[in-house]
Structure formats: structure tokens, C-alpha cells
């Protein structure tokens, strides 16, 4: 019986619990927050602006370090450089190459000199940009200049990139008005075994500032390097808080050593030196460092006015490399600093006010939309009674508690929803692995695990593997992370229906845990296991769910319900997977059996399914032309797959004394040994003959010269017959006439031929002539015919639709006919023998059970012989009664054929002679020519032919005259 809930005390409409939450939030939130933002941004701008000023002042010192340290290596290389003993101007332009890395090594570096005794020089100066050019008038494409004053002689060389000499300058006037002796850095580096350092100055030659480092050698030659201190202009000017922003280093002296502004060294007029503060544009900064204290090292952060402008400025030391004091100086306009605190204040009073003008409304709207739910909830709760999951349960509420019935109840609905969704999913997958995936993913999704992992039992063993683990968000996790699956099934107690609990990463017992702990980002996590089992109650698999609490006891019974069905869908999935991978595996060892009967074949039957999806996957990428509609679905590719390996399964039933037939006499032996066994017979009836007549009193001489004649012409004749039986080249007329010739020869037989045969071919010889009998050298006998049953032939109304021409005979093993075939070792029944394979083929494969999907599998793997114009065997179709896939099929086992290497029979052609043919076969109307236009400019050949083909073969193809059209007439 349902009893009302106990009526509440205090109890308040939900409008009056909305509209004084959102008035009092308003007044007292609203204003307050406005004004207060405002001091609070302000303050923590001026904080940062502070921070700031320390950052920069250790970032500039770190990188005034970063110049000189390149330069120290380069100077102390140079010091041991046969530079430094050179005594003329050539020993010193053989140094060039090593003051050039010394300049590439330090983008800060000016210039690398040195400087003698005697007062020579020899500079290299980097030429940096085009105002370096112009400064030294240097000519185009000038990188470098040369300084030089050897032997009293003065010049400037300006050199390009790789050194060579652009311009050779005299200056003659050079000498007079430079003595590198009289430079600081000589006087101070020859006083002194170490690094010396100048303070900075204006570069004489290229009026910019730097400092000079210089160091002497064993010999008394100073080295000198010169560093611009541009660098720290453009440190300077990377941290500018606000566009409008100044930054300087100056000394205690107020000379400045860098600024933020561009073009600041104008400032210093004729006068030569370096500018100071007091000489800077807009005088920001002579303002800010006259508030500095008197002896003082810092300022902090202060706000001054300067150029009619309000400012907030500081002060730092900044220790520059050598010791010296120097400082920087950091302003900030008001303006752009406050811009952003300004902006918070006035959005948030703008947004205060419009809240309170739009609170009256919202308030009454708002109450309706409180109640609103709640009868959506009772509609909901109606729709689960009907069993209606069809849409989510969509309802929200401001009110927690209806907002918790309403999430509790679109969990229940969507649980029972997924319950079914899942059991749909698994029952429609039809891959295996993703079926997998699926089941985990919508099981994680269901039960709001963190992770779950999924163990299968493999091929029979008793050892649990895992096969998937995905997280919350549907992604794949390494299987190398998956914990152990025995001691995760350990988890579960003996007879129980599943396993619940809490484990650390740690867990003794239970590798793995910790590395998937660490990709969840977790040390600990609650788990629940469920074994799946199938029929007959023997272990399928695991499966592992990962939570960040204790799941509850419903959850755990829900989660055991869906295992069952889990587990069905799995052991069900399973047996399709087997199966299929017993069929595949079946289909491949058909093609291996028929590869390995014969040498002539090869690897054909594992090469041309490879080619036959390389052509078809270039007609699904095709964007344009006859093929830019043609798709295959994963059913159509399947039964591309098996059609592809089972193309020639026929040729199981192919004798490989036919399909080997190397010689016309060859079956199951050559044959030729019989012939020359006979004509052994006859060369020793010529010796008996002729010792009888030696006997009978005949001139030896006589006898010897006729017996040796006769045993030439028995010679010459089985060496004829035995150069026929090769069938190297086409046999003419004459060659028959002579082989007949030949045949007429007889030769004794006293033994009965009918001893030790089989039954059949005793029945084909018919009555035993008496003996001794008189046989012909080459003879089609009547046991040389082998009749074809009834079972062989071919009705013209065969339900295969064959039309093809039977000969009359199974076999002809005549020796006569065999040896005067025209061209090759094959007779007519022979070659009729090889062709019928594709009979067999398709009679095969059309007594297979394919599914649905499979249907078009004989006529894909049947039509790889037919040609375009109904030519073909074995049912002559045409072009347009055939799928594309059967005309690609066509192409692939031509162009195997063609470029195959691993047959005994033939040499594989080159790639350009193999193309070559198949484009004379679309002339012929023998392959479709759209396909063999795709099979062009789709480079699928090429791509073959890299893969399968040895690099020898592989030459230049002309593909341009590949898809011209053939020329009329």
C-alpha cells in the first residue's frame, strides 16, 4: 500500500526559494564583485609587472652569457691556428675557412682578427644585412669583408658566401689611421695569458655596440673576436609587457648598453660614443632612473609621469659578463597596464545592471520551469511501463532532488536501454574483434566504469589473454598494460558468480595492476570481475571492470545479468571467427597445393589475389573518369579475397605430365628414350647384318664403309626426330614429310608387347599379332588413343554456359602426331587438358553453399580467361557480360604470368616488355582498356612490380605510349 510522504514543516513555493536566491546574489555578489575586481586585477598587474622585471633581468643576464661563451672556444681554437704564426697575407687568406665557422658558430659575432707585432692586421667581417653593405660600399652578394694591413700595405677584399673574391680594394691610407697595437683590447690581452673583455663600445667600423673579447697566443699574436650587443635588443623587445612598453640596460654612468626602441643610436649624434638615458626619445627612461635612490642597486615597482603619459616603472641590477655593474630599467604606461582591470569593472557593473532589470521576468519564468520537470519525470516513468526506451530521458532541473530522480531515472531507462542495445549490437557485429571492443565499450558505458578489459581463453589452452581494454572515453589502452588474466580470474571466488573488491598497484600477486594504474592516473581502484562461460558452463573468458568506488550490489547484479548474454554473443562470434579462419585457411592451402604441384607455376595463385586488389582498391580511389563511382563494401572484398585464391583451383584436377609437358613425347616419362632404344635395335641389326656379310665372304672394306653409312643415317635420323620432340620452333611441311619418312622404317619385335601392362591399355592394342613381328620406327598405334568417357565431355546445353570445342580424344599419345605438332610440345587434347582447368573451376566453385554475399565468387574467379570481344574461354562472354572485377582479375593474371620469373619453362619478361604486350592485348580487344588505362596512371604495375618483381626487370616504362591509341588501318 503507498503511503503519502509525511507533510514538511516551513514549506516554501520554489519561486520564493529562486527569487530570493537571485536577488540576494545580485545585490550583495554583483556590486561588491565589480569594485573589488577592479583593485584585485590592478594589484595583480602590478605583481606580475614586477615578477616580470625579475625574469627579464635573469633571462638577459643568462643570455649576455650565451655570446660570450661560443666566442671564448672560438678565440681559444684560434690562438692555436697556424693563423696565429702566419708572416704574410696569403699563409694568413689560408685561415678564412676557420675564422668563417668561428663567425657561423656565434650569430652574435661581428668579426674575428688578429693582431701582430709589427702592427699587421687581418679582419673578417661579417657583412649581417644590407646596411652593413651600403656601410662599407661593399658590391652584391658580398657576405664577408677582409681588413688586412700586411707589409705596410693596406686593403679591403670583400669576399661571397663560399669565400671567393668579389672586389679587391686598396686602401692605402688604412696603415696610418689603424694600429691594432694601439687598441684596448691588444694592450690588454698582452699583459695577461687569459680571456679579456672591453667594456661595450661603438664599433669603429660599423658604428654599432658591442664589446671586444681577445686573447694572446704562445707567439704574441692577440686574437680578437667583436660581439654585437643587438642581441639584447631583441631580448629586450621579445618581452615587452604592452605594445607601447620600454626596456633599457644601462651602466651606473647611465650610458645605455641596449633598448627596447628601434634606431635608438641616433640619439648619440656626431659625438661618437653611446648614447644616455638623458639622450633616449621621449625621456621615459632618464624619468625612471632618476628616481632610482642615490647608491642604490633596485627600484621597485613606482608609478612616475613622464612625456604626458602616467607610468609604472622598476629598476633591477644586472651583473654583465666581466663583473660590471649595469641595470635594467622597466616601464609600463598606465594606459595599457590598467586596460584590462578597467575593462573587468566596467563589464561587471554593465552586467549588474542588467540582471537587475531582467530579474522580475526571469524570476516568474524561472518558477514555471522548476515545475515543468516534474511532470516530465511522471511522463517518462510512464513511458518506461510501456517499455518505450526510444528517447532519452532529457529532463533537468534546478531543484537537486529532482534533479537526482530525474538522473536516476534516465540511468535506469538507459540501462535497460543498453541492456538491449548490447544485445543487438552483439548479435548484428560482424567482425569479430570489433565486436569486442563494442562489448566493452558499451558495457563501460553502462555501469560508468573508469576502464574494462576483456580476457578470452585462446585456441583450447587453459591461459586467459587479454584482447581489449578500452576507458571511459571509448579508446583502446596498450594490452601491455592489462593485468595478468589468472590473477585477475583468481579474483573471483570458487562457484561464485563474480568478484568484487578494492586493489592497490602494488598488490602482491597481481602483475600488471600498476601499469594500468599509472595510464588511469590512480593508485588505487575497486574492481568487479565476471567470468563468462558458455553452454556448457566451461570458461570462455574474463571480463574486468575498473571503478573509482566499490560498485553497488544492483550494479554488480545487472553487470552478472549482461555477462550472460555477453558470454553467448562471444562463444557465438567465436564459432563464425573459427570458421571463417578455417575456410581461409583451406582456400590458402588449395593455392599452396596447386603453387607446389607444378614448378611452372610457382607462387602465381598467392601473386595475382595481391594484384587483383592492388587494381580494384585504384578503381575505389578513383576521384574521376569511368571508375570514380565504383566502391566495394567489406562483403564485396571478401568475396574479391576468395575468388582471387581460388581463381585456379581447377588445376587440381590437371595431370602435371600435361601441365609440365616439356617434350611432344613426354607423359609420365620422355618417350624419346623408347624411340632410341629402336633405333640402338636398328644400328645392331646393321652390325649383325654386316658381320654376316663378312662371313658370307664380302671385302671387309666394302662392308665396314656400308656399315658405317647405315649407322650415319640412323644417327642423323634420331638426332632429327629427337631436335622435332623438343619443339623449340615451328615444325614446316618438310619436317613432317621427313618425320614420315622415318616412320615407315621397321624394326623387329619378338617379344609380346601385351606382357606386364595394365588391363585398360591392353584393351586399347586389341589382338596380339603373332610373333616375331615387324613394327614401324614411329607409329600411332591404336593403345596411343585414349577415348573421352562421357564424364568429360561438355553438353552444349551444360548449365554453366561452357562453349568450348571437345576434342574428340582424352589423349593422343601417338608418336607420329606428337612429334608433328606445329609449334610448342602440346597436342590438341593437350592443351584442351590445361584450358579445362577454369572448367573445373567454376564447376567447383558453383557447387559450393556460399552465403548471400559470396554468390558472385565463380563468376569473379571463372572469367580470367575470357577477352573483351567474346574471343575467350570458357563461355566467350563479352566485356559487357562480365563484372569489373572479373575483367580486373583478367589483367592481374596476364601481367603475372608475364613478369613471373620462378617458371623453368620461359624467362620472365622485363617490366616495359611485360606492359608492351598487355597494351597490344587492348589493341586486340583481349583486356578491357579502361581498366588497363586505370592500371596505367594508377602506377598499380609499378607498385607490383617493386614489391614481387627482381630489380633487374624492373626498367623504365614508357607510359605515355602505353595509353596512346593504336593507330588505324
Known sequence: MHTPPARQRFR??????????????????????????????????EGVAGDMLQRISRQTAAETGTLLEPVDASLRQLVLHPLARAGTLAERLAALPALREALLASPSLAAVYAGYGDGEFFLLLRLADAADRRLMNAPEGAAYLIQSIDDGQGRYVFLD????????????????????????????????????????YLFASTRKPGVTLARRSVEGVVMGADIRLETLDGSLRRQRMTP????????????????????????????GGRPRLADLQGGVMAALAARLPRGGDVLPLVDFQAGGRDWHGAVARLVLPGGRKAFLGVAIPDDELLTEARGIRDQS???????????????????????????????????????????????????????????????????????????????????FDRLLARLVDETVAVVGARAGVLYLVRDGAEQLDPVTLRDAAADSLPLERAPDGEGMAGLVPAGASSG?????????????????????????????????????????????????????SDLVHFVEALSGSAAMSVETRGLIQAQKQLFEAFIQLIAGAIDAKSPYTGGHCARVPVLTKMLAQAACDAGDGPFRDFR?????????????????????????????????????????????????????????ASLKALAAGEEPTAARQALEAEWARLDADFAFVAACNLGGEAI??????????????????????????????ARRKGPAAPLPVLEALLADRPEHLIPRGEKDRVPADNPWGFRMAVPELLYNRGELANLSVG????????????????????????????????????????????????????????????????????????????????????????????????????DHKHIDPELFELFVKSQVYRDYASRFMAPEYVDEVDEAALLRPPACG
Open 823 to 922: 609449334r610448342g610440345t602440346l597436342t590438341e587434347e593437350d592443351r584442351y587438358k590445361i584450358n579445362e582447368h577454369i572448367v573445373q573451376t567454376i564447376r567447383m566453385l558453383s557447387e559450393l553453399p556460399f552465403p548471400r554475399h559470396l554468390k558472385a565468387v565463380p563468376e569473379i574467379a571463372g572469367g580470367h580467361h575470357e577477352k573483351m570481344d567474346g574471343s575467350g574461354y570458357p563461355r566467350g562472354l563479352t566485356r559487357e557480360e562480365m563484372s569489373p572485377v572479373a575483367r580486373m582479375m583478367a589483367i592481374a593474371d596476364i601481367f603475372e604470368a608475364l613478369t613471373a620469373v620462378d617458371r623453368p619453362y620461359k624467362r620472365g619478361k622485363r617490366l616495359s616488355e611485360a606492359m608492351s604486350l598487355m597494351a597490344r592485348m587492348r
Open 12 to 45: 516554501f513555493p520554489l519561486h520564493v526559494h529562486i527569487s530570493t536566491l537571485f536577488f540576494l546574489l545580485v545585490l550583495v555578489a554583483g556590486g561588491s564583485i565589480a569594485w573589488a575586481s577592479y583593485a584585485r586585477s590592478a594589484r595583480m598587474l
Open 244 to 271: 607601447a612598453s620600454q626596456l633599457v640596460i644601462f651602466e651606473p654612468d647611465t650610458q645605455v648598453v641596449a633598448f627596447s626602441e628601434g634606431d635608438w643610436l641616433a640619439a648619440a649624434g656626431q659625438g
Open 732 to 761: 614446316d611441311p618438310a619436317a613432317v614429310t621427313r618425320l614420315q619418312a622415318i616412320a615407315r622404317r621397321t624394326w623387329l619385335r619378338t617379344l609380346d608387347d601385351r606382357l606386364g601392362i595394365a588391363p585398360e591399355e
Open 500 to 552: 568484487v573488491g578494492l586493489l592497490a598497484a602494488d598488490s602482491p600477486g597481481l602483475p600488471g595492476c600498476g601499469r594500468l594504474f599509472e595510464r588511469l592516473g590512480v593508485g588505487t581502484m575497486a574492481y568487479l570481475a565476471v567470468p563468462l562461460l558458455d553452454r556448457q558452463h566451461a570458461r570462455l573468458g574474463l571480463m574486468v571492470l575498473w571503478f573509482d568506488e566499490a560498485p553497488h
Open 161 to 200: 658566401r663560399s669565400l671567393g673574391v668579389l672586389r679587391d680594394d686598396p686602401r692605402p691610407d688604412y696603415p696610418s689611421s689603424y694600429d691594432p697595437r694601439r687598441r684596448i683590447w691588444y694592450t690588454l690581452a698582452r699583459g695577461t695569458d687569459l680571456l679579456v673583455q672591453t667594456e661595450p
Open 349 to 431: 557593473l554593465l552586467v549588474t545592471l542588467l540582471v537587475m532589470l531582467l530579474a522580475l521576468p526571469f524570476t516568474y519564468f524561472a518558477a514555471r520551469l522548476v515545475s515543468r520537470p516534474i511532470r516530465s519525470l511522471a511522463e517518462e516513468t510512464a513511458a518506461i511501463r510501456r517499455f518505450d526506451f526510444a528517447d532519452p530521458v532529457a529532463t533537468r532541473s534546478v531543484v537537486r532532488e529532482v534533479d537526482d530522480l530525474a538522473a536516476d531515472l534516465a540511468s535506469m531507462k538507459g540501462a535497460i536501454r543498453r541492456f538491449l542495445d548490447i544485445a543487438s549490437v552483439t548479435a548484428g557485429e560482424a567482425d
Open 632 to 688: 566495394l563494401s567489406a562483403e564485396d572484398w571478401e568475396a574479391v579475397h576468395i575468388a582471387a585464391w581460388l581463381h585456379d583451383c581447377g588445376k587440381v584436377t590437371t595431370p602435371e605430365f600435361v601441365v609440365d609437358k616439356a617434350t611432344k613425347l613426354e607423359t609420365i616419362h620422355d618417350r624419346i628414350h623408347e624411340i632410341r632404344m629402336r633405333f640402338e635395335v636398328l644400328k645392331r641389326d646393321a652390325e649383325i
